[in-house]
């Protein structure tokens, strides 16, 4: 398996452009089945889950062409509603496809999405938001059935703030005879892009970004032109690079307003953080200091797919840091492959303590995620001497080129294969 070598102990300087956002052009990709045209997607990044959200399309009829970072997705040649197991099984966030298929053909089968490595990962809010606009849906031996000949606007008041059940509610509504309001709905910036898409194809939808999404169903929809915004993530896991590694960076189409708690922690920290126009920079000299509490929570409070790579730039700092995870139950798995490199941190429940260590060292760890397998290379640039990171299959299904781009900042990281 591929793996990343890196050797510790340099600081980072210069500039890159911050990549477009894996978590908004994948429910972007499923909403273009809302439409029978062609739809035009620039600053999709190069990730294993864009391409397999482009297999799904593929699957499912659709045409897709790859242009640079422009994706092109004709839907006209949709035959089937149906998702084969293989294909929903390679990415959990696919469940995003339900709503939309069922917008467009009034049907839809494909298995539940496999639990993650961040525990288990439940749709019980998307099903039942679905079955509130009325659709019929089944489940047989972990397959999902799904009738909606006629779906109709209502009202769906979601129990907590689920970024995938508004995103499938959204998509689905769409397709209802009359107005859908979903309240209590999530309020990342990744939202209000996929709104944005979905109006450049010429649906009725407001309100995202704040807890009440209104959508005016069955507007005729055409193919959009639309431009992914920039990955806010992948904007913090380099800004916590920086602060691990030290040294000054710029990265261009980061927003620092859509990542502010976390520039509040590397702030508290002793990063100095400047947000101007079409960027963040930051610069780090000296050891960081611990800061208050970080406790994730929906947008805007502390995002939980950054707990990983802010524990990782903590792991030298002077003091100690409680973490507490909110959102997922499975999400400290980074933290035993964290105390290969030296780090001391414990767990407990949902909380996690950090206790600043003078040094770390070079260690053989393996990803266990996404976004800790992205921690592993963050804590790696500080460690004294050579690490090793294994199992980076998961790095790249959410970062494009994250070697080259740390390289490109001054850092020493290979990829072998
Ligand atoms: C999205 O996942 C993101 N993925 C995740 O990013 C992110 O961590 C998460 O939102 C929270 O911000 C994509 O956008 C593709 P949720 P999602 O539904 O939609 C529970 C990454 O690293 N829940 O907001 O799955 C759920 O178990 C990934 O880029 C239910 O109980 O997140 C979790 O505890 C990881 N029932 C909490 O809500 C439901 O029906 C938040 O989940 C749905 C969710």
């Given at each position: 398996m591929s793996r990343f070598l890196v050797e510790g102990g340099h600081r980072l300087s210069g500039e890159l452009t911050v990549q477009g956002a894996k978590n908004s052009v994948l429910p972007i990709l499923a909403a273009t089945?809302?439409?029978r045209g062609v739809s035009v997607l620039s600053n999709c990044p190069r990730l294993r889950d864009v391409d397999a959200s482009v297999e799904i399309l593929r699957y499912l009829g659709c045409s897709v062409l790859r242009e640079g970072d422009t994706l092109s997705v004709d839907?006209?040649?949709?035959?089937?509603?149906e998702i084969s197991d293989t294909l929903m099984r390679?990415?959990?966030?696919?469940?995003?496809f339900l709503g939309a298929l069922l917008a467009r053909c009034g049907a839809a089968e494909l298995s539940y999405p496999g639990g993650c490595e961040l525990g288990p990962r439940p749709i019980d809010l998307h099903i039942s938001g679905l079955r509130a606009l009325g659709a019929a849906i089944g489940e047989e031996g972990g397959i999902l059935h799904c009738e909606a000949p006629a779906l109709r606007g209502c009202e769906i008041v979601l129990s907590l703030p689920s970024v995938g059940a508004t995103e499938n509610l959204m998509l689905a509504a769409c397709g209802a005879e009359g107005v859908t309001s979903i309240v209590n709905a999530a309020r990342e910036p990744e939202i209000a892009d996929l709104q944005g898409f979905l109006r450049a194809c010429g649906a009725k939808v407001?309100?995202?970004?704040?807890d009440l999404v209104t959508v005016e169903g069955r507007a005729p929809l055409h193919g959009g032109a639309y431009r992914i915004m920039p990955d806010r993530i992948a904007a913090a896991t380099y800004l916590c690079a920086a602060a691990s590694a030290g040294g000054a960076i710029r990265l261009l189409g980061a927003e620092e307003r859509q990542l502010a708690t976390v520039t509040a922690v590397l702030r508290e920290a002793g990063c100095v953080i400047g947000g101007e126009k079409g960027g963040i920079t930051c610069r780090c000299g000296g050891r960081l200091t611990a800061v208050h509490p970080i406790r994730t929570a929906p947008?805007?409070?502390?995002?939980t797919d950054a707990q990983a790579v802010a524990m990782a730039a903590l792991l030298r700092s002077q003091g100690s840091t409680v973490f507490e995870e909110?959102?997922?139950?499975?999400?400290?798995?980074h933290v035993d492959e964290l105390i290969r490199l030296g780090g001391v941190i414990r767990v407990s429940g949902r909380v996690a303590v950090v206790t600043g260590v003078d040094a770390l060292h070079g260690a053989k760890v393996r990803s266990t995620d996404l976004r800790g397998g992205a921690a592993l290379c963050v804590a790696a640039l500080a460690a004294e001497g050579t690490s090793e990171v294994q199992e980076i299959q998961h790095i790249d299904r959410g970062y494009e080129d994250l070697a080259g781009q740390l390289r490109a900042l001054g850092a020493q990281i290979v990829r072998e294969e």
């Amino acid at each position: 398996m591929s793996r990343f070598l890196v050797e510790g102990g340099h600081r980072l300087s210069g500039e890159l452009t911050v990549q477009g956002a894996k978590n908004s052009v994948l429910p972007i990709l499923a909403a273009t089945l809302l439409n029978r045209g062609v739809s035009v997607l620039s600053n999709c990044p190069r990730l294993r889950d864009v391409d397999a959200s482009v297999e799904i399309l593929r699957y499912l009829g659709c045409s897709v062409l790859r242009e640079g970072d422009t994706l092109s997705v004709d839907t006209s040649g949709l035959n089937r509603a149906e998702i084969s197991d293989t294909l929903m099984r390679e990415m959990r966030s696919s469940a995003v496809f339900l709503g939309a298929l069922l917008a467009r053909c009034g049907a839809a089968e494909l298995s539940y999405p496999g639990g993650c490595e961040l525990g288990p990962r439940p749709i019980d809010l998307h099903i039942s938001g679905l079955r509130a606009l009325g659709a019929a849906i089944g489940e047989e031996g972990g397959i999902l059935h799904c009738e909606a000949p006629a779906l109709r606007g209502c009202e769906i008041v979601l129990s907590l703030p689920s970024v995938g059940a508004t995103e499938n509610l959204m998509l689905a509504a769409c397709g209802a005879e009359g107005v859908t309001s979903i309240v209590n709905a999530a309020r990342e910036p990744e939202i209000a892009d996929l709104q944005g898409f979905l109006r450049a194809c010429g649906a009725k939808v407001s309100g995202a970004g704040t807890d009440l999404v209104t959508v005016e169903g069955r507007a005729p929809l055409h193919g959009g032109a639309y431009r992914i915004m920039p990955d806010r993530i992948a904007a913090a896991t380099y800004l916590c690079a920086a602060a691990s590694a030290g040294g000054a960076i710029r990265l261009l189409g980061a927003e620092e307003r859509q990542l502010a708690t976390v520039t509040a922690v590397l702030r508290e920290a002793g990063c100095v953080i400047g947000g101007e126009k079409g960027g963040i920079t930051c610069r780090c000299g000296g050891r960081l200091t611990a800061v208050h509490p970080i406790r994730t929570a929906p947008y805007p409070g502390f995002p939980t797919d950054a707990q990983a790579v802010a524990m990782a730039a903590l792991l030298r700092s002077q003091g100690s840091t409680v973490f507490e995870e909110n959102i997922f139950t499975g999400r400290y798995r980074h933290v035993d492959e964290l105390i290969r490199l030296g780090g001391v941190i414990r767990v407990s429940g949902r909380v996690a303590v950090v206790t600043g260590v003078d040094a770390l060292h070079g260690a053989k760890v393996r990803s266990t995620d996404l976004r800790g397998g992205a921690a592993l290379c963050v804590a790696a640039l500080a460690a004294e001497g050579t690490s090793e990171v294994q199992e980076i299959q998961h790095i790249d299904r959410g970062y494009e080129d994250l070697a080259g781009q740390l390289r490109a900042l001054g850092a020493q990281i290979v990829r072998e294969e």
